[in-house]
């Protein structure tokens, strides 16, 4: 039966196109495991949308469950692949297809690399403006299937706001073509919305309309001390309000963390040890030198306020690449740590202090915790958690996780700001959405998927 | 069987909340046409998310029809009520729960006027940037099915983009409750995507958590006069990447269309009429004084550059009104028609040129069409026409519809940007969206409403 089936595929698709056997081996399932061999039955290596679609009609007619395999970044679980499954590795449909100027649109193969999208889209003086530190592996694919953020989403949006068109694949092979590169479409049901942020649960993301930027011409930075957090949200809205739309970032570091950060790496503290919050504050605009003094101006009247109690802005491009640093090269946190532990909570604005406080409190307390480490996309409402523990136990990570999470309902919180569900949180996802909310889901996923064959046991 | 489904509802809502009779006839179906009586079985007027759970669970169970009424100003067919439906009316449920400066969010119930949550916005220096012609009557929740879209959709995004949560019921009176006020949540599926924009088909939204901005401080507006519709896009362009995300309107207004909004009403025109093309510009800043004189150095150097011909910015508040009065007065248009007849299409920007010229020429020709008007949001991708032909014969109309719409599919245009399918285009879907998609739009449909009692025969 399963023999059957491989060379029904082989047959369909060309033998270069289904790897087992040692080729499987020789793969992995996610960037941190390079050295684990994947176990699959087999992995496709589609070249086409219709490679694509063929490969699921055969695996749907044998209720053969599919995984499915994008740049392998994600973080919590999504590509984890059990040895009876089979891998669809969207590696090979890397093409970029076209970029618009005029549209400001680039439509691209799901297997194409963020960073190539970003070197593209450069190339004609426009923006693809989600990021984040997996860029240089992390497929767009994978990346739209995930709703990733990152750290322009104050300004830019989600992944979500980012996509005008999808193509997909359905569990059975149908193909939703729903590519337009077009801004606005109310004709009836969005039906690219299903895709996003799906986790690859409910259709495989073949091809994708994004939508560019103008690319900006000046990029300021600075960052800022401050002991209370209510002015950490009286700045955020102070900078917002008088940026008017060139604020691009507005990243919050808790005074341990920025110790850490700049005390374990490489990197030099900007501003001394002595204020409870780091804020790190960034502009893109069109004029290098009014854009610096007008943050000047900005971070004078603000201190002038008493609304922050001390500033330094970046003066060159190699203090840009400093301050950047320290906040992206979140390895130099994880590496101090025993054992590491992540979360990505997200919750309202005004209640993110109180919350950071009681949580790293209660941590701290534990057996078995030694430190917690926060920042994150305060503007977002979205917090990183890196805690560092004595060892790898079900027990203490069970435990870490009660912590975190169960305040969050109360609070109007989500479990995921934007790594998603995967296989790890899925136990907790009632603490983030309602019986009637995971109802609801599982029937989408039945519509949607009946036979249940698309990245099973993951999300739901 | 009606009698006692009516007595039920009475029963269980209570006698106030159920009008029949006389009172069903003194109510109508749309704002257009005030003086035909409401044909309906009955009118609920739920005043809470438990009242509208109650009258579906009733209303599901004996397999009746239900129509949503929100401000009724939806522009296709998309509260057309029949004799044997029963209203859901959403007008009591008008409170705005909350206004938090801090997360910048509004919770309101659905039946909230748009004007109130501007004014309610604006109380605390923030806004809510969605607006259009009919925001002292269109209800949110409205809004928010149709995915609204109007004058700043540029900047802001389109209604999907500026909703945080929704609570919607199902059919079957389920409620689903995703209400948070988080910018992010990837807990799994994003549920309220589902009722954005599928038009009451789904689910009928109760109340709903928005995301406001900080208010303005300063506005500045030119009109533009260029010939050459490639131009037009070039000005787009250097505009957006000058004025580094201050840009907040970019409308297009041809010749013809300019002349006759400048003429037939109370309004004179701005700039002479030697363009073919008018462009309407419009900042939103934070200091009047040097955005006036950024807009005016980028005026001068575009036409120095020869991108633009002439240009006049407002010089003054009665400036702005008068600038802006022109081009969202769309009434002076439709006055000025023997019969009218509106679209609202989306296309690629750099194919709008030739489309509407190609559209325009072949409509003129047309016997029974006196002249064609075009204006509308060109950043967006989206124009709307106004057909001025002699009579309201269903053989014209559809002549005129043909024109129209054919040539979208190839150019991977939508026959409706903002307004929706509703009634009136659902003969066209198909020219937008493919039997695939269709397909699995009636099984979402299925799948949210199996018996399909909600906005019977709209959309689908």
Same mark, same amino acid.
């Given at each position: 039966m399963v023999i059957k089936m491989i060379d029904e595929l082989r047959s369909k698709l060309g033998k270069n196109k289904v790897l087992t056997g040692q080729d499987v081996q020789e793969r992995y399932s996610h960037i941190w495991t390079m050295d684990q061999p994947l176990a699959a039955k087999a992995v496709i290596l589609p070249h086409s949308t219709e490679d694509v679609s063929m490969a699921l009609k055969i695996c749907h007619a044998h209720q053969q469950p599919v995984v499915v395999h994008g740049g392998l970044t994600n973080l919590v679980g999504g590509t984890k692949t059990l040895r009876h499954e089979i891998v669809i590795a =969207? %590696?090979?449909? $890397?093409? !970029? %297809?076209e970029i618009d100027p005029q549209s400001r649109t680039m439509t691209v193969q799901s297997g194409v690399i963020l960073e190539n999208i970003h070197q593209t889209a450069e190339s004609e003086n426009l923006l693809f403006p989600l990021s984040f530190g997996a860029k240089g592996s992390a497929q767009i694919g994978g990346v739209i299937s995930a709703n990733a953020g990152g750290l322009r989403v104050f300004r830019y949006g989600v992944t979500r706001q980012l996509v005008l068109g999808i193509e997909a694949v359905l569990a059975d092979g149908t193909v939703i073509n729903? =590519?337009?590169? !077009? !801004?606005? $479409?109310?004709?009836?049901? $969005? =039906?690219?919305q299903l895709f996003i942020g799906s986790e690859g649960t409910l259709g495989i993301i073949t091809r994708a309309v994004l939508k560019l930027v103008e690319a900006p011409r000046s990029r300021t930075s600075a960052y800022v001390g401050i002991n209370d957090y209510t002015q950490v949200i009286s700045f955020l809205k102070f900078m917002d309000k008088s940026l008017a739309g060139t604020l691009s970032a507005f990243e919050l570091i808790w005074k341990k963390t920025y110790h850490k950060m700049t005390t374990a790496g490489e990197s030099n503290p900007p501003l001394p040890y002595d204020y409870e919050y780091y804020v790190l504050v960034e502009t893109l605009g069109q004029n290098q030198t009014t854009d610096q003094h007008q943050l000047i101006a900005l971070l004078e009247k603000a201190i002038d306020q008493k609304m922050i109690l001390d500033a330094v802005p970046a003066q060159s491009k190699s203090d840009l690449d400093w301050f950047w640093k320290i906040r992206e090269d979140v390895r130099v946190i994880s590496a101090s740590c025993t054992v590491d532990q992540h979360f990505d909570v997200s919750l309202p604005i005004p209640l993110i202090g109180d919350y950071a406080a009681n949580t790293i409190a209660t941590l701290e307390k534990m057996n078995g915790v030694n430190h917690c480490y926060t920042f994150g996309h305060m503007a977002d409402g979205n917090i990183h958690l890196v805690i560092d523990k004595v060892d790898h136990s079900d027990q203490l990570r069970m435990a870490i996780d009660q912590v975190v999470y169960s305040p969050l309902q109360a609070m109007g919180g989500s479990i995921s700001a934007e790594h998603g569900i995967g296989e790890h949180k899925k136990a907790y996802l009632k603490l983030s959405r309602s019986p009637e909310e995971i109802a609801l889901m599982r029937r989408m996923k039945k519509m949607m998927d009946p036979l249940g064959i698309l990245n099973m046991g993951k999300v739901l």
């Amino acid at each position: 039966m399963v023999i059957k089936m491989i060379d029904e595929l082989r047959s369909k698709l060309g033998k270069n196109k289904v790897l087992t056997g040692q080729d499987v081996q020789e793969r992995y399932s996610h960037i941190w495991t390079m050295d684990q061999p994947l176990a699959a039955k087999a992995v496709i290596l589609p070249h086409s949308t219709e490679d694509v679609s063929m490969a699921l009609k055969i695996c749907h007619a044998h209720q053969q469950p599919v995984v499915v395999h994008g740049g392998l970044t994600n973080l919590v679980g999504g590509t984890k692949t059990l040895r009876h499954e089979i891998v669809i590795a =969207l %590696e090979k449909m $890397d093409r !970029i %297809e076209e970029i618009d100027p005029q549209s400001r649109t680039m439509t691209v193969q799901s297997g194409v690399i963020l960073e190539n999208i970003h070197q593209t889209a450069e190339s004609e003086n426009l923006l693809f403006p989600l990021s984040f530190g997996a860029k240089g592996s992390a497929q767009i694919g994978g990346v739209i299937s995930a709703n990733a953020g990152g750290l322009r989403v104050f300004r830019y949006g989600v992944t979500r706001q980012l996509v005008l068109g999808i193509e997909a694949v359905l569990a059975d092979g149908t193909v939703i073509n729903s =590519l337009k590169k !077009i !801004i606005k $479409d109310n004709s009836a049901y $969005d =039906l690219k919305q299903l895709f996003i942020g799906s986790e690859g649960t409910l259709g495989i993301i073949t091809r994708a309309v994004l939508k560019l930027v103008e690319a900006p011409r000046s990029r300021t930075s600075a960052y800022v001390g401050i002991n209370d957090y209510t002015q950490v949200i009286s700045f955020l809205k102070f900078m917002d309000k008088s940026l008017a739309g060139t604020l691009s970032a507005f990243e919050l570091i808790w005074k341990k963390t920025y110790h850490k950060m700049t005390t374990a790496g490489e990197s030099n503290p900007p501003l001394p040890y002595d204020y409870e919050y780091y804020v790190l504050v960034e502009t893109l605009g069109q004029n290098q030198t009014t854009d610096q003094h007008q943050l000047i101006a900005l971070l004078e009247k603000a201190i002038d306020q008493k609304m922050i109690l001390d500033a330094v802005p970046a003066q060159s491009k190699s203090d840009l690449d400093w301050f950047w640093k320290i906040r992206e090269d979140v390895r130099v946190i994880s590496a101090s740590c025993t054992v590491d532990q992540h979360f990505d909570v997200s919750l309202p604005i005004p209640l993110i202090g109180d919350y950071a406080a009681n949580t790293i409190a209660t941590l701290e307390k534990m057996n078995g915790v030694n430190h917690c480490y926060t920042f994150g996309h305060m503007a977002d409402g979205n917090i990183h958690l890196v805690i560092d523990k004595v060892d790898h136990s079900d027990q203490l990570r069970m435990a870490i996780d009660q912590v975190v999470y169960s305040p969050l309902q109360a609070m109007g919180g989500s479990i995921s700001a934007e790594h998603g569900i995967g296989e790890h949180k899925k136990a907790y996802l009632k603490l983030s959405r309602s019986p009637e909310e995971i109802a609801l889901m599982r029937r989408m996923k039945k519509m949607m998927d009946p036979l249940g064959i698309l990245n099973m046991g993951k999300v739901l």
